[in-house]
Every structure is written in C-alpha cells, then in structure tokens.
C-alpha cells in the first residue's frame, strides 16, 4: 500500500522560509508525479506545484511562482517544497499528492491516486 507522509510544517511570520518533505513509501517512486497542494478553511484544495516522475519539469500556481520551488531526491523518495517569502495568505493544510502517470503535470487533484495526511502552514503577519 502506498503511503505519503508529509513533514515540516509549523509557524512563521511573513517574510520567513518553510520546507515541507513528503516520504513515499510502498510503492515506486519513480513512477510517480509529484503534487503539492493546499487547502485553507472554507475554501477548496488548491494546486501550488508540481514536478514530473523525471524531475525534468515543474509547474506552480501563479500566486506562489518565484517564492515556491517543489524537488524530488528518488534516493530518499521524498518530494519536497521549498517555500521562501511566506506571506498570511499562504497559511493553509498542505498535502503532497502522487500520481500513476507518464504525462504532464496536471493541476486537478482528482487525478492524483495517493495523498499525505497533510502538514499545517500558518504564516503570522
């Protein structure tokens, strides 16, 4: 059975750096692509980013571009995101996400096939 366990959340004040890993195991990493996303109260979960099973190719949502940088390490299969000037608006419960897939990066999350239990974000002003 495949498992995402995500780590690394907590408080920050705005202007401060994050980094959240996502563990994958009991399945093959490589044959996954990766996603993050996130999800605030009251609203829906949303994209933040993405990186393809080669790690060749990323996507992001507009609103974290340039701040936010998602890696993979396939020697730890972990994913990672990398997220530097955290603004309030960023707080929110991020879950990394994988999918069975050769193609793009997709930003709908009915398309990924497993997710973590999600880490909490809260960015303080």
């Known amino acids: 059975q495949v498992q995402l366990v995500e780590s690394g959340g907590g408080l920050v004040q705005a202007g401060d750096s994050l980094s959240l890993s996502c563990a994958v195991s009991?399945?093959?990493?490589?044959?996954?692509?990766m996603g993050w996303f996130r999800q605030a109260p009251g609203k829906e979960r949303e994209f933040v980013a993405g990186?393809?099973?080669?790690?060749?190719?990323?996507l992001y949502a507009d609103s974290v571009k340039g701040r936010f940088t998602i890696s993979r390490n396939s020697a730890k299969n972990t994913t990672y995101l990398q997220m530097n000037s955290l603004k309030p608006e960023d707080t929110a419960v991020y879950y990394c996400?994988?999918?069975?897939?050769?193609?793009?990066?997709?930003?709908?999350?009915?398309?990924?096939?497993?997710w973590g239990q999600g880490t909490q974000v809260t960015v303080s002003s």
């Open positions: 996400a994988a999918r069975s897939s050769w193609g793009p990066v997709v930003r709908d999350p009915t398309m990924y096939n497993y």
């Open positions: 009991g399945g093959t990493f490589s044959s996954y692509a």
């Open positions: 990186i393809r099973r080669s790690g060749l190719y990323t």
